[in-house]
């Protein structure tokens, strides 16, 4: 099972709402990445976790809070965002960060998020 | 000067065409590297890894030289099914599987 499981795959949400993305991995990876992709440029990275713990906050605004309830789980609460937050929201998942060894990471399908 | 650069194109070939795309980055500590794979509104795929030796997978052969610190991807014999957008990837193991993405460079096969 190689893969990577993101719900939903769709949100509208206003800019007074509360929301949370899900991501899920069943590869016993202990890397897990949330990436932001705007239309016509690539994944930026916004946040990882290495053995569940925050390892790297690319100095994303306070209103996406990122959240590792367990090696296999990934969120990203959302709280009063802004229209210009709409993007194409991906979870990603790598074998061992700390092992100098190729680590490819798999994608999950996104979450496209529009903001109202 | 940003960490990896590629040509964003598009490259419009016909099928049956060899196309070539090629990657720089920055950072020496750079570790590994990857050529991902995204079709429109649809997330990134890994294509292949590249090592040192360079590799081959079918149609594709990826190529690293580290003391230029430059990544290719060469297609043999496009097919239609090809047309994407191809992404270089660094990852700077040393920070954590840090993945860098280039900007992507976008192919388009015609018949």
């Known amino acids: 099972d190689t893969e990577v499981t993101q719900t939903p795959k769709h949100l509208v949400m206003g800019m007074t709402n509360k929301k949370s993305l899900k991501c899920e991995q069943h590869?016993?990876?202990?890397?897990m990445y949330w990436y932001k992709q705007k239309a016509k440029k690539p994944p930026e990275l916004m946040f990882v976790?290495?053995?569940?713990?925050?390892?790297i906050n690319e100095s994303v605004p306070s209103r996406f809070s990122p959240e590792c309830p367990n090696s296999s789980l990934l969120n990203l609460h959302l709280h009063a965002l802004q229209p210009e937050d709409s993007a194409l929201y991906l979870c990603?998942?790598?074998?061992?960060?700390?092992?100098?060894?190729?680590?490819?990471?798999?994608f999950g399908q996104g979450t496209r998020l529009t903001v109202v | 000067r940003k960490e990896v650069e590629q040509d964003p194109g598009p490259f419009n070939v016909p099928e049956g065409a060899t196309v070539a795309f090629n990657c720089t980055y920055s950072?020496?500590?750079?570790?590994?590297f990857f050529w991902y794979r995204q079709d429109c509104r649809k997330e990134p795929k890994l294509l292949m890894s590249?090592?040192?030796s360079g590799n081959e997978d079918g149609r594709f052969t990826a190529q690293l030289n580290r003391a230029s610190q430059y990544i290719s991807l060469l297609i043999r014999d496009s097919k239609l099914s090809d047309s994407a957008t191809y992404l270089c990837?660094?990852?700077?193991?040393?920070?954590?599987?840090?993945?860098?993405f280039g900007q992507g460079t976008t192919l388009q096969v015609k018949p």
């Open positions: 950072n020496s500590a750079s570790q590994s």
């Open positions: 990603a998942s790598s074998q061992d960060p700390t092992l100098t060894m190729v680590t490819e990471a798999f």
């Open positions: 590249v090592y040192s």
């Open positions: 590869m016993g990876h202990r890397a």
């Open positions: 976790y290495s053995y569940e713990k925050l390892s």
């Open positions: 990837v660094v990852n700077r193991v040393t920070n954590t599987g840090k993945l860098i």
